[in-house]
């Protein structure tokens, strides 16, 4: 079993700045790719990035491609979200995953999920 749990998130205005974390426990992760997504309101959960633990390139959907970074930190057991440039359309409840093996951008692929965020951007 793996547990994620999620922090960071907030209100902030268009045009900040907010940092999430996902510190993970359970196993050995070295062997994981972990996620984040996002739901808002009245939407399915939509893909935002990826990162192998083991290392690699990150993988960012084209919506926050340029704006949001992916980043580990192995000693910790901990994945970052640093998400600048925000927008109102980036308001939703974020969430950390995990799955065995590489990257995939569906959620449906990913084993074990975090409680989720909140994150609002006001205008």
């Known amino acids: 079993q793996v547990q994620l749990v999620e922090s960071g998130g907030g209100l902030v205005q268009a045009g900040g700045s907010l940092r999430l974390s996902c510190a993970a426990s359970?196993?050995?992760?070295?062997?994981?790719?972990m996620g984040w997504f996002r739901q808002a309101p009245g939407k399915e959960r939509e893909f935002i990035a990826a990162?192998?633990?083991?290392?690699?390139?990150?993988l960012y959907a084209d919506s926050v491609k340029g704006r949001f970074t992916i980043s580990r930190d192995n000693a910790k057991n901990t994945v970052y979200l640093q998400m600048n440039s925000l927008k109102p359309e980036d308001t939703a409840v974020y969430y950390c995953?995990?799955?065995?093996?590489?990257?995939?951008?569906?959620?449906?692929?990913?084993?074990?999920w975090g409680q989720g965020t909140q994150v609002t951007v006001s205008s």
């Open positions: 359970g196993r050995t992760l070295s062997s994981y790719a």
């Open positions: 995953a995990a799955r065995p093996w590489g990257i995939n951008v569906r959620a449906a692929a990913y084993d074990y």
């Open positions: 990162i192998q633990w083991s290392g690699g390139s990150p």
